[in-house]
């Protein structure tokens, strides 16, 4: 492992979550910023254009410090001022100044100056909480990382990103658990869990946000149906969408009304809260629902407005699937379940 040399270092103790915590304050020195790790918790690297903006900080005035991760106690004290870290060391906070640093560093014109706090003894759980704490007061940090950074740690929120990772699954690589949507993403990991919650919200609290839904909606909606199930009907769902409305043939998908959260969650709401759809608790979508399904007229300005909408939008479109499915049956309408989950709602705004 490449050591990290930094300059103009001196020992502080730093406060965090109630606790005095040994720390090392400086700058790191610029043959060193590629030894600098990053983790599995960061979200990605910007846009080039982004990049250069803070190139330019650098250059031409100081940017606020960064915050590194050491996981382990491997300090050396040169003197002067300088030390070497041992350890391999990660960045925590700063993944975007760090990488314009170093592609100064590259170009050898001028040596960026970027300062550095040190934690020892460290570990990827310890960081992410760091991590998340640092950027949920700002605008950068997106829901979409902190969910893909809830599987580890929680298992329904693994089980729910396992999903994504299957080749078999028609969502595979199509869901964003990054800051930034991908040109091959249909939908956020926000929506996956919103959509998801709601298919199966006759079993447990599955409207509340996608952070309670990994914390504890999800997981109480697991006692009353297995992983293998639960598994099942979320592919089961997904796959009727594919096959319905088309997942794999999407140029723009902001244009795609199918994939619109509203209208994923009126469709998740109607199959959740009627009878006909399931057989104890496995999702069964016969021919004839399938088929008309299939026909909801997608293409009305109407249902366009509403899918694109938020709010009340979502059950008026739950209410016209319904008419739709009901249409031209003159006594075996759907049977809507004599009772649902209580809902647990929460007030955190996800988008």
Known sequence: MATIKVVNGALDVVMIDGQERLALRGVIDSMSLTSILVPDYQREVLADGKIDVLKKALTNSRVPDIDLGMRGSGLDELGNGEFLLRDATYVIDGLQRTTAACRLAEEGVVLPHLGAI???DTDEAWERKRFEALNLGQTGLNTNVILRNFALEHSAASLMYGMTQDKKFV?????????????????????FYKVVGRLHSHLGPGKSDPRSLARTGIPKILKRVNNATFTYNVRTFFGFIDE?????????????????????????GVISDYEEFWDGNRL???????????????QDPHVKDLAGSAGKATMIL?????????????????????????????????E
């Open 284 to 298: 069964t979508i016969n021919a004839d629902l399938r088929r008309k399904l299939a026909k909801f007229p997608l």
């Open 171 to 191: 969502l595979y690589d199509k869901v964003c658990w990054q800051q930034n949507m991908r040109r091959t993403d249909m939908v956020t990991a926000i929506t």
């Open 244 to 268: 319905a409305y088309g997942l794999s043939n999407i140029a723009y998908r902001q244009h795609a009304v199918h994939l619109k959260t509203s209208f994923l969650l009126a469709l998740a």
């Open 118 to 120: 040190i934690h020892f």
């Open 318 to 350: 739950e209410q016209l699937i319904i008419d739709h499915l009901n249409a031209n049956r003159r006594t075996t309408h759907l049977r809507k379940r004599d009772w649902i989950a209580p809902d647990e709602v929460s007030d955190v705004e996800e």
